[in-house]
Protein backbone atom coordinates (compact mmCIF):
# COMPACT_ATOMS: atom_id res chain seq x y z
CA UNK A 1 0.00 0.00 0.00
CA UNK A 2 1.28 3.63 -0.77
CA UNK A 3 2.56 5.64 2.20
CA UNK A 4 -0.26 8.52 2.80
CA UNK A 5 0.45 11.85 1.66
CA UNK A 6 -1.30 13.46 4.16
CA UNK A 7 -0.29 12.38 7.54
CA UNK A 8 -1.80 13.46 11.12
CA UNK A 9 0.76 12.74 13.87
CA UNK A 10 0.05 12.39 17.75
CA UNK A 11 -2.43 15.65 17.51
CA UNK A 12 -3.10 17.16 20.65
CA UNK A 13 -5.28 19.84 22.01
CA UNK A 14 -7.07 21.08 25.34
CA UNK A 15 -9.20 24.17 25.35
CA UNK A 16 -9.44 24.82 29.31
CA UNK A 17 -10.81 21.72 30.82
CA UNK A 18 -12.09 20.64 27.09
CA UNK A 19 -9.89 18.10 25.17
CA UNK A 20 -10.42 18.48 21.94
CA UNK A 21 -7.70 15.97 20.20
CA UNK A 22 -6.05 13.23 22.56
CA UNK A 23 -3.39 11.79 19.98
CA UNK A 24 -5.04 11.42 17.06
CA UNK A 25 -3.20 9.55 14.19
CA UNK A 26 -4.11 8.43 10.74
CA UNK A 27 -3.05 9.08 7.44
CA UNK A 28 -4.50 9.77 3.52
CA UNK A 29 -3.08 8.68 0.69
CA UNK A 30 -2.46 10.35 -3.02
CA UNK A 31 -6.05 10.25 -5.07
CA UNK A 32 -8.15 9.09 -2.33
CA UNK A 33 -11.58 10.20 -1.15
CA UNK A 34 -11.43 10.00 2.59
CA UNK A 35 -14.00 10.54 4.87
CA UNK A 36 -13.27 12.38 8.57
CA UNK A 37 -16.24 10.76 10.44
CA UNK A 38 -17.52 11.79 14.06
CA UNK A 39 -20.10 13.91 15.79
CA UNK A 40 -20.09 17.27 16.77
CA UNK A 41 -17.54 18.23 19.25
CA UNK A 42 -15.32 15.47 18.36
CA UNK A 43 -12.73 17.09 17.12
CA UNK A 44 -12.66 17.52 13.20
CA UNK A 45 -12.76 20.33 12.51
CA UNK A 46 -9.92 21.29 15.06
CA UNK A 47 -7.45 18.90 12.82
CA UNK A 48 -8.93 20.51 9.46
CA UNK A 49 -8.10 24.10 10.47
CA UNK A 50 -5.01 22.67 12.49
CA UNK A 51 -3.93 21.39 8.67
CA UNK A 52 -4.13 25.23 7.71
CA UNK A 53 -2.54 26.94 10.63
CA UNK A 54 -5.36 28.27 11.70
CA UNK A 55 -5.14 26.49 15.32
CA UNK A 56 -2.41 25.44 16.96
CA UNK A 57 -1.78 22.37 18.65
CA UNK A 58 -0.22 21.50 21.84
CA UNK A 59 1.76 19.00 20.58
CA UNK A 60 1.73 16.26 17.30
CA UNK A 61 2.64 17.05 14.29
CA UNK A 62 0.93 17.63 10.41
CA UNK A 63 2.84 15.91 7.38
CA UNK A 64 2.51 16.54 3.72
CA UNK A 65 4.65 14.28 1.57
CA UNK A 66 6.62 13.52 4.52
CA UNK A 67 7.61 17.05 5.40
CA UNK A 68 5.91 19.62 7.93
CA UNK A 69 3.64 21.37 6.65
CA UNK A 70 4.83 25.10 6.06
CA UNK A 71 3.02 28.06 4.51
CA UNK A 72 4.28 26.89 1.33
CA UNK A 73 2.69 23.79 1.15
CA UNK A 74 -0.55 25.50 2.52
CA UNK A 75 -0.67 27.41 -0.93
CA UNK A 76 -0.79 24.20 -2.73
CA UNK A 77 -4.14 23.33 -0.52
CA UNK A 78 -8.03 24.10 -1.00
CA UNK A 79 -9.79 24.66 1.81
CA UNK A 80 -13.85 24.62 2.33
CA UNK A 81 -14.46 25.54 6.15
CA UNK A 82 -18.48 24.31 7.21
CA UNK A 83 -19.12 28.30 8.10
CA UNK A 84 -19.28 30.66 5.15
CA UNK A 85 -16.16 32.22 4.29
CA UNK A 86 -17.11 34.43 1.47
CA UNK A 87 -17.71 38.08 1.60
CA UNK A 88 -21.31 38.52 1.00
CA UNK A 89 -21.42 41.73 -0.98
CA UNK A 90 -19.41 40.95 -3.74
CA UNK A 91 -20.44 38.54 -7.08
CA UNK A 92 -19.68 35.45 -7.38
CA UNK A 93 -17.42 36.17 -10.49
CA UNK A 94 -15.40 38.42 -8.58
CA UNK A 95 -15.42 36.30 -5.60
CA UNK A 96 -13.83 33.19 -7.19
CA UNK A 97 -10.89 35.29 -8.98
CA UNK A 98 -10.08 37.34 -5.66
CA UNK A 99 -9.03 33.97 -4.34
CA UNK A 100 -7.84 32.77 -7.25
CA UNK A 101 -5.25 35.56 -7.05
CA UNK A 102 -4.75 35.18 -3.43
CA UNK A 103 -3.16 31.84 -4.69
CA UNK A 104 -0.82 33.88 -6.92
CA UNK A 105 -2.64 33.12 -10.11
CA UNK A 106 -2.54 36.34 -12.54
CA UNK A 107 -5.55 38.23 -13.49
CA UNK A 108 -6.25 36.28 -16.51
CA UNK A 109 -5.60 33.15 -15.25
CA UNK A 110 -7.79 33.91 -12.32
CA UNK A 111 -11.09 34.98 -14.51
CA UNK A 112 -10.66 32.07 -16.77
CA UNK A 113 -10.02 29.63 -13.54
CA UNK A 114 -13.03 31.05 -11.94
CA UNK A 115 -15.22 31.08 -15.12
CA UNK A 116 -14.83 27.58 -15.73
CA UNK A 117 -15.08 26.03 -12.14
CA UNK A 118 -18.41 28.31 -12.20
CA UNK A 119 -19.61 27.12 -15.36
CA UNK A 120 -18.66 23.37 -13.99
CA UNK A 121 -20.60 23.58 -11.08
CA UNK A 122 -23.26 25.07 -12.01
CA UNK A 123 -23.53 28.60 -11.72
CA UNK A 124 -22.93 30.20 -15.27
CA UNK A 125 -26.03 31.88 -14.76
CA UNK A 126 -25.15 33.30 -11.29
CA UNK A 127 -21.73 35.15 -12.28
CA UNK A 128 -22.96 38.46 -11.38
CA UNK A 129 -24.85 37.58 -8.63
CA UNK A 130 -24.39 38.62 -5.00
CA UNK A 131 -23.24 36.08 -2.70
CA UNK A 132 -26.00 36.59 0.17
CA UNK A 133 -28.64 36.92 -2.63
CA UNK A 134 -26.96 32.98 -3.43
CA UNK A 135 -29.34 30.33 -2.26
CA UNK A 136 -27.91 28.09 0.42
CA UNK A 137 -26.72 25.29 -2.07
CA UNK A 138 -25.76 27.41 -4.60
CA UNK A 139 -23.17 28.99 -2.05
CA UNK A 140 -21.74 25.90 -1.16
CA UNK A 141 -21.01 25.75 -4.73
CA UNK A 142 -19.36 28.72 -4.54
CA UNK A 143 -17.43 27.82 -1.48
CA UNK A 144 -16.29 24.38 -3.42
CA UNK A 145 -15.22 26.71 -6.25
CA UNK A 146 -13.30 28.67 -5.02
CA UNK A 147 -11.09 25.96 -2.80
CA UNK A 148 -10.93 23.98 -6.66
CA UNK A 149 -10.20 27.48 -8.38
CA UNK A 150 -6.07 27.07 -8.15
CA UNK A 151 -5.95 23.69 -9.16
CA UNK A 152 -5.13 22.21 -5.28
CA UNK A 153 -3.12 19.35 -4.26
CA UNK A 154 -5.01 19.02 -1.47
CA UNK A 155 -8.39 19.16 -0.76
CA UNK A 156 -9.92 19.48 3.06
CA UNK A 157 -13.41 20.19 3.20
CA UNK A 158 -15.83 20.45 6.10
CA UNK A 159 -19.30 18.92 5.90
CA UNK A 160 -19.90 19.66 1.89
CA UNK A 161 -22.67 18.14 1.67
CA UNK A 162 -24.53 20.21 4.22
CA UNK A 163 -27.68 21.78 3.12
CA UNK A 164 -27.95 20.66 -0.66
CA UNK A 165 -30.36 19.48 -2.71
CA UNK A 166 -29.95 15.72 -4.47
CA UNK A 167 -28.72 17.19 -7.73
CA UNK A 168 -26.51 19.34 -5.59
CA UNK A 169 -25.32 16.53 -4.31
CA UNK A 170 -24.29 14.68 -6.63
CA UNK A 171 -22.44 17.46 -8.48
CA UNK A 172 -20.54 18.18 -5.97
CA UNK A 173 -19.65 14.15 -5.41
CA UNK A 174 -18.96 13.95 -9.42
CA UNK A 175 -16.46 17.32 -9.00
CA UNK A 176 -14.74 15.21 -5.60
CA UNK A 177 -14.24 11.79 -7.55
CA UNK A 178 -13.22 13.58 -10.34
CA UNK A 179 -10.78 15.40 -8.55
CA UNK A 180 -9.69 12.46 -6.65
CA UNK A 181 -9.01 10.40 -10.07
CA UNK A 182 -6.58 13.55 -11.34
CA UNK A 183 -4.96 12.52 -8.05
CA UNK A 184 -5.56 15.34 -5.83
CA UNK A 185 -5.90 14.37 -2.08
CA UNK A 186 -9.54 14.42 -0.87
CA UNK A 187 -10.17 14.64 3.23
CA UNK A 188 -13.68 15.69 3.99
CA UNK A 189 -16.02 15.06 6.57
CA UNK A 190 -20.16 14.81 6.76
CA UNK A 191 -22.65 13.40 9.07
CA UNK A 192 -24.53 11.60 5.37
CA UNK A 193 -23.04 7.96 6.18
CA UNK A 194 -24.64 6.30 3.24
CA UNK A 195 -23.25 9.15 0.70
CA UNK A 196 -19.49 8.50 2.50
CA UNK A 197 -20.25 4.51 2.06
CA UNK A 198 -20.54 4.94 -1.62
CA UNK A 199 -18.08 7.34 -2.22
CA UNK A 200 -15.37 7.21 -0.20
CA UNK A 201 -12.37 4.69 -0.48
CA UNK A 202 -11.45 5.15 3.40
CA UNK A 203 -12.16 6.51 6.50
CA UNK A 204 -11.76 8.01 9.90
CA UNK A 205 -14.18 7.93 12.91
CA UNK A 206 -12.78 9.88 15.74
CA UNK A 207 -14.31 10.42 18.96
CA UNK A 208 -14.14 12.82 21.85
CA UNK A 209 -10.71 13.71 19.97
CA UNK A 210 -9.40 10.13 19.66
CA UNK A 211 -9.44 7.73 16.70
CA UNK A 212 -11.71 4.82 17.36
CA UNK A 213 -11.62 3.06 13.92
CA UNK A 214 -10.10 3.41 10.49
CA UNK A 215 -9.24 1.99 7.38
CA UNK A 216 -10.71 0.80 3.77
CA UNK A 217 -14.93 1.46 3.76
CA UNK A 218 -14.85 -1.78 2.34
CA UNK A 219 -12.83 -3.72 5.30
CA UNK A 220 -14.66 -1.83 8.26
CA UNK A 221 -17.95 -3.13 6.53
CA UNK A 222 -16.80 -6.49 6.43
CA UNK A 223 -15.05 -6.25 9.93
CA UNK A 224 -12.90 -8.83 12.13
CA UNK A 225 -15.61 -11.68 11.58
CA UNK A 226 -17.74 -12.46 8.60
CA UNK A 227 -21.48 -12.00 9.13
CA UNK A 228 -23.70 -14.55 8.57
CA UNK A 229 -27.66 -13.92 8.12
CA UNK A 230 -30.04 -16.52 8.82
CA UNK A 231 -33.68 -16.79 8.63
CA UNK A 232 -35.85 -19.83 9.24
CA UNK A 233 -39.52 -20.08 8.43
CA UNK A 234 -41.85 -19.84 11.46
CA UNK A 235 -39.23 -19.24 13.65
CA UNK A 236 -39.62 -15.19 14.83
CA UNK A 237 -37.35 -15.59 17.58
CA UNK A 238 -34.77 -17.47 15.63
CA UNK A 239 -34.71 -19.58 18.76
CA UNK A 240 -32.57 -22.38 16.23
CA UNK A 241 -29.44 -20.40 16.87
CA UNK A 242 -29.51 -20.29 20.72
CA UNK A 243 -26.39 -22.22 20.84
CA UNK A 244 -24.28 -22.66 18.13
CA UNK A 245 -20.96 -23.59 20.20
CA UNK A 246 -17.63 -22.51 18.47
CA UNK A 247 -19.52 -22.32 14.96
CA UNK A 248 -20.33 -18.75 15.50
CA UNK A 249 -21.98 -15.69 17.79
CA UNK A 250 -25.46 -15.05 17.42
CA UNK A 251 -25.53 -10.92 17.89
CA UNK A 252 -29.01 -9.71 16.75
CA UNK A 253 -32.21 -11.34 15.80
CA UNK A 254 -34.18 -9.11 13.16
CA UNK A 255 -38.22 -8.29 14.04
CA UNK A 256 -38.78 -10.97 10.82
CA UNK A 257 -36.62 -13.29 12.60
CA UNK A 258 -33.42 -13.21 10.69
CA UNK A 259 -30.17 -13.76 13.00
CA UNK A 260 -27.19 -11.92 12.20
CA UNK A 261 -24.37 -14.38 13.55
CA UNK A 262 -20.44 -13.49 13.72
CA UNK A 263 -18.54 -16.63 12.62
CA UNK A 264 -15.04 -16.86 12.27
CA UNK A 265 -14.20 -17.60 8.73
CA UNK A 266 -16.43 -17.87 5.50
CA UNK A 267 -15.26 -21.91 5.55
CA UNK A 268 -17.17 -22.43 8.81
CA UNK A 269 -20.93 -21.54 7.61
CA UNK A 270 -21.56 -25.19 7.37
CA UNK A 271 -22.26 -26.11 10.47
CA UNK A 272 -24.68 -23.47 10.71
CA UNK A 273 -26.80 -24.37 7.95
CA UNK A 274 -27.00 -27.51 8.74
CA UNK A 275 -28.76 -26.75 12.23
CA UNK A 276 -30.63 -24.13 10.42
CA UNK A 277 -31.86 -26.79 8.30
CA UNK A 278 -32.58 -29.10 11.15
CA UNK A 279 -35.08 -27.02 12.39
CA UNK A 280 -37.19 -26.25 9.77
CA UNK A 281 -36.91 -25.00 6.23
CA UNK A 282 -34.47 -22.17 5.45
CA UNK A 283 -35.35 -18.94 3.50
CA UNK A 284 -32.50 -17.10 4.19
CA UNK A 285 -28.98 -17.47 4.22
CA UNK A 286 -25.82 -15.15 3.32
CA UNK A 287 -22.89 -13.39 4.09
CA UNK A 288 -24.25 -9.54 4.38
CA UNK A 289 -21.54 -6.62 5.13
CA UNK A 290 -22.31 -3.88 7.69
CA UNK A 291 -23.58 -0.29 7.23
CA UNK A 292 -21.17 2.76 7.78
CA UNK A 293 -23.23 3.94 10.19
CA UNK A 294 -23.25 0.43 11.90
CA UNK A 295 -19.37 0.27 12.22
CA UNK A 296 -19.82 4.22 13.47
CA UNK A 297 -22.21 2.70 16.09
CA UNK A 298 -20.16 -0.04 17.30
CA UNK A 299 -16.93 2.13 17.22
CA UNK A 300 -18.44 4.64 19.03
CA UNK A 301 -21.42 2.90 21.21
CA UNK A 302 -23.88 5.38 19.87
CA UNK A 303 -25.47 6.96 16.30
CA UNK A 304 -24.21 9.81 14.89
CA UNK A 305 -27.38 11.71 16.40
CA UNK A 306 -27.07 9.68 19.88
CA UNK A 307 -23.33 10.82 20.14
CA UNK A 308 -24.15 14.09 19.16
CA UNK A 309 -26.59 14.41 21.68
CA UNK A 310 -24.94 13.42 24.33
CA UNK A 311 -21.90 16.23 23.22
CA UNK A 312 -24.75 18.57 23.57
CA UNK A 313 -25.95 17.78 27.00
CA UNK A 314 -22.48 18.56 28.33
CA UNK A 315 -21.08 22.14 29.63
CA UNK A 316 -21.06 24.84 26.81
CA UNK A 317 -18.01 24.93 24.29
CA UNK A 318 -16.78 26.25 21.21
CA UNK A 319 -16.92 24.06 18.33
CA UNK A 320 -14.63 21.88 17.39
Known sequence: MDSPELEIDGLRRRYDTVTALDGLTFGVRAGELFGFLGPNGSGKTTTMRAIFGVTALDSGQ???????????????FGYMPEERG?????????????FAELHGLSAASAARAARYWIERLGLASRERTRIDALSHGNQQRAQLAVALVHDPELLVLDEPFSGLDPGGIDAMSAVLAERAAAGVTVLFSSH??????DICQSVAIIHRGRLVASGPVADLRR????????????DRAAAWAADLGSAGTPDTVRADGTAEISVPSPEGSQPILDLARAAGRVEHFAFEDRSLSEVFRLATGASVGQAEAEHAAGPAEATL
Open 62 to 76: IRWRGRPVDAAARRT
Open 86 to 98: LYPTMELLDQVTY
Open 192 to 197: QLDLVE
Open 223 to 234: GDRPRLVVRVAG
